[in-house]
């Protein structure tokens, strides 16, 4: 079965960089999520996206932008990147109906900044 | 304090023990329950979703105490696969904003 495509899985920046990361969602998910975990931490909830609209907000920097697209796919646009920013970025998506509360995660995408 | 916690790990045991994982949140009004999985570097994997009348999936059990506020989670005849971070998961309210606890570390050696 489809998942959830992330990539780049693995982006190294310097910092002050811009970097972008992409979300293709399960097909006929309508539900797009970030969530950054830098090292030992807990999944920290960014942004999502319901039907191309932003639905919810979280701790997500000024620096950072996201959009869904009208093929549902999501991009995490960053900026001014800072060393602090170097985590994992998980983007998870959900459908309609008795798995709408259901999150499914992408593999990831690793950021560095140097 | 934080929305979700979870017992400190690790908690290091044997194949073949039974080890309960527990964990408290602190908004009365979340609405769904979970647990999930997650290996090292990999991305979080739903193992079971927990409902008020508790539910049994295999060798895993999932507990929800709505007055308390504590969801529990047991896994019976600890496999060496079952070593990863459990994170407890929880929907504070009808958004899909699900808040993660810092996950306990299960590590079960032969």
């Known amino acids: 079965a489809a998942g959830v495509i992330q990539s780049p899985r693995h982006l190294i920046k310097e910092k002050r960089e811009t970097a972008t990361l992409k979300c293709y969602p399960i097909p006929r998910h309508d539900t797009v999520y970030w969530y950054q975990q830098g090292p030992g931490q807990d999944p920290q909830f960014l942004i999502s996206f319901y039907e191309k609209m932003q639905s919810d907000k979280g701790s997500i920097p000024d620096r950072f932008s996201a959009q869904q697209f009208s093929d549902y796919h999501s991009e995490l646009n960053m900026s001014s990147l800072e060393l602090g920013d170097s985590a994992l970025y998980f983007c998870?998506?959900?459908?309609?109906?008795?798995?709408?509360?259901?999150?499914?995660f992408g593999a990831g995408s690793r950021l560095t900044v140097l | 304090r934080k929305e979700v916690e979870q017992d400190p790990g690790p908690f290091n045991v044997p194949e073949g023990a039974t080890v309960a994982f527990n964990c408290t949140y602190s908004n009365s009004a979340s609405q769904s329950f979970f647990w999930y999985r997650q290996d090292c570097r990999k991305e979080p994997k739903l193992l079971m979703s927990v409902y008020s009348s508790g539910n049994e999936d295999g060798r895993f059990t999932a507990q929800l105490n709505r007055a308390s506020q504590y969801i529990s989670l047991l896994i019976r005849d600890s496999k060496l696969s079952d070593s990863a971070t459990y994170l407890c998961?929880?929907?504070?309210?009808?958004?899909?904003?699900?808040?993660f606890g810092t996950g306990t570390r299960l590590l079960v050696s032969p």
């Open positions: 998870a998506s959900s459908g309609v109906g008795a798995g709408a509360n259901v999150l499914t």
């Open positions: 998961v929880v929907n504070p309210y009808v958004s899909w904003k699900l808040v």
